[in-house]
Protein backbone atom coordinates (compact mmCIF):
# COMPACT_ATOMS: atom_id res chain seq x y z
CA UNK A 1 0.00 0.00 0.00
CA UNK A 2 0.58 3.57 -0.32
CA UNK A 3 1.95 5.97 2.30
CA UNK A 4 -0.57 9.07 1.64
CA UNK A 5 -0.07 12.56 3.34
CA UNK A 6 -2.47 15.24 2.82
CA UNK A 7 -1.83 19.11 4.19
CA UNK A 8 -3.54 22.28 3.88
CA UNK A 9 -6.38 21.96 5.38
CA UNK A 10 -7.31 24.70 8.05
CA UNK A 11 -10.13 27.34 8.68
CA UNK A 12 -11.66 29.16 6.45
CA UNK A 13 -14.49 31.65 6.02
CA UNK A 14 -17.26 30.83 4.18
CA UNK A 15 -17.16 32.37 0.39
CA UNK A 16 -13.77 31.44 0.54
CA UNK A 17 -10.63 29.00 -0.56
CA UNK A 18 -7.98 26.28 0.62
CA UNK A 19 -6.02 24.29 -1.46
CA UNK A 20 -5.78 20.49 -0.47
CA UNK A 21 -2.66 18.43 -1.42
CA UNK A 22 -1.87 14.75 -0.92
CA UNK A 23 1.73 13.46 -1.47
CA UNK A 24 1.97 10.01 -2.33
CA UNK A 25 4.96 7.70 -2.09
CA UNK A 26 5.97 4.46 -4.03
CA UNK A 27 6.83 3.89 -7.62
CA UNK A 28 4.13 3.87 -10.39
CA UNK A 29 2.25 6.98 -9.30
CA UNK A 30 0.54 7.98 -12.65
CA UNK A 31 -0.97 4.26 -12.67
CA UNK A 32 -3.45 5.09 -10.28
CA UNK A 33 -6.09 6.91 -9.91
CA UNK A 34 -6.38 9.48 -6.88
CA UNK A 35 -9.62 10.86 -5.01
CA UNK A 36 -10.33 12.66 -2.24
CA UNK A 37 -13.64 12.25 0.27
CA UNK A 38 -14.71 13.33 3.32
CA UNK A 39 -15.96 12.53 6.60
CA UNK A 40 -18.63 15.16 8.80
CA UNK A 41 -18.74 14.43 12.31
CA UNK A 42 -21.62 12.07 12.54
CA UNK A 43 -21.83 11.33 8.86
CA UNK A 44 -20.74 8.79 6.83
CA UNK A 45 -17.40 8.72 4.83
CA UNK A 46 -18.51 10.28 1.39
CA UNK A 47 -17.13 10.91 -2.15
CA UNK A 48 -15.74 14.23 -3.17
CA UNK A 49 -13.52 13.92 -6.51
CA UNK A 50 -11.70 11.31 -8.21
CA UNK A 51 -8.92 11.84 -10.95
CA UNK A 52 -7.76 9.33 -13.38
CA UNK A 53 -4.04 8.19 -13.40
CA UNK A 54 -3.24 10.14 -16.64
CA UNK A 55 -5.44 13.22 -15.32
CA UNK A 56 -7.50 13.28 -18.07
CA UNK A 57 -10.55 11.98 -16.66
CA UNK A 58 -12.12 13.65 -13.73
CA UNK A 59 -15.33 12.99 -11.57
CA UNK A 60 -17.04 15.29 -8.70
CA UNK A 61 -19.73 15.01 -6.55
CA UNK A 62 -22.72 16.92 -7.46
CA UNK A 63 -22.47 19.08 -3.78
CA UNK A 64 -19.05 20.60 -5.07
CA UNK A 65 -19.19 20.61 -8.94
CA UNK A 66 -18.09 23.88 -10.07
CA UNK A 67 -16.51 24.84 -6.73
CA UNK A 68 -13.76 22.29 -6.44
CA UNK A 69 -10.96 21.76 -8.68
CA UNK A 70 -9.03 18.56 -8.87
CA UNK A 71 -5.31 17.78 -10.67
CA UNK A 72 -2.52 16.02 -10.36
CA UNK A 73 1.44 16.42 -10.61
CA UNK A 74 2.71 12.59 -11.80
CA UNK A 75 6.11 14.32 -11.56
CA UNK A 76 5.59 15.20 -8.07
CA UNK A 77 3.81 12.18 -7.07
CA UNK A 78 0.96 15.36 -6.19
CA UNK A 79 -2.84 15.13 -6.28
CA UNK A 80 -4.37 18.42 -5.21
CA UNK A 81 -7.76 19.67 -4.52
CA UNK A 82 -8.50 23.40 -5.29
CA UNK A 83 -11.83 24.32 -2.85
CA UNK A 84 -13.37 27.23 -4.08
CA UNK A 85 -17.00 29.13 -2.62
CA UNK A 86 -16.10 26.95 1.08
CA UNK A 87 -19.65 26.44 2.36
CA UNK A 88 -20.14 25.75 6.18
CA UNK A 89 -21.12 22.05 4.80
CA UNK A 90 -17.98 21.81 3.62
CA UNK A 91 -17.00 21.49 6.80
CA UNK A 92 -14.89 17.98 7.85
CA UNK A 93 -11.56 15.81 7.78
CA UNK A 94 -10.95 15.27 4.07
CA UNK A 95 -9.16 12.03 3.44
CA UNK A 96 -6.99 11.63 0.30
CA UNK A 97 -7.07 8.00 -1.64
CA UNK A 98 -5.09 5.87 -3.91
CA UNK A 99 -7.87 3.73 -6.01
CA UNK A 100 -7.15 -0.38 -6.29
CA UNK A 101 -6.54 -0.87 -10.21
CA UNK A 102 -7.66 -0.68 -12.81
CA UNK A 103 -9.47 2.46 -12.00
CA UNK A 104 -12.69 3.99 -13.45
CA UNK A 105 -14.78 6.73 -13.01
CA UNK A 106 -18.16 5.42 -12.27
CA UNK A 107 -16.30 3.05 -9.40
CA UNK A 108 -14.53 5.99 -8.54
CA UNK A 109 -17.77 6.84 -5.57
CA UNK A 110 -16.73 3.36 -4.02
CA UNK A 111 -14.61 3.60 -1.34
CA UNK A 112 -14.73 -0.49 -1.24
CA UNK A 113 -12.57 0.37 -4.13
CA UNK A 114 -9.83 2.72 -2.42
CA UNK A 115 -6.56 0.59 -1.46
CA UNK A 116 -4.85 3.20 0.51
CA UNK A 117 -6.42 6.04 2.85
CA UNK A 118 -4.08 9.18 4.35
CA UNK A 119 -4.71 10.12 7.89
CA UNK A 120 -7.11 12.99 7.00
CA UNK A 121 -7.01 16.92 7.05
CA UNK A 122 -9.35 18.84 8.77
CA UNK A 123 -11.62 21.62 7.34
CA UNK A 124 -13.49 24.20 8.96
CA UNK A 125 -15.47 26.55 7.47
CA UNK A 126 -17.16 29.46 9.25
CA UNK A 127 -20.06 31.77 9.00
Known amino acids: QARLVESGGGLVQAGGSLRLSCAASGLLFSIYGMGWFRQAPGKEREFVAAISGSGASTNYADSVKGRFTISRDNAKNVVHLQMNSLKVEDTAIYYC????????????????????WGQGTQVTVSS
Open 97 to 116: ARYKTPYTTAGAPMTRLVES
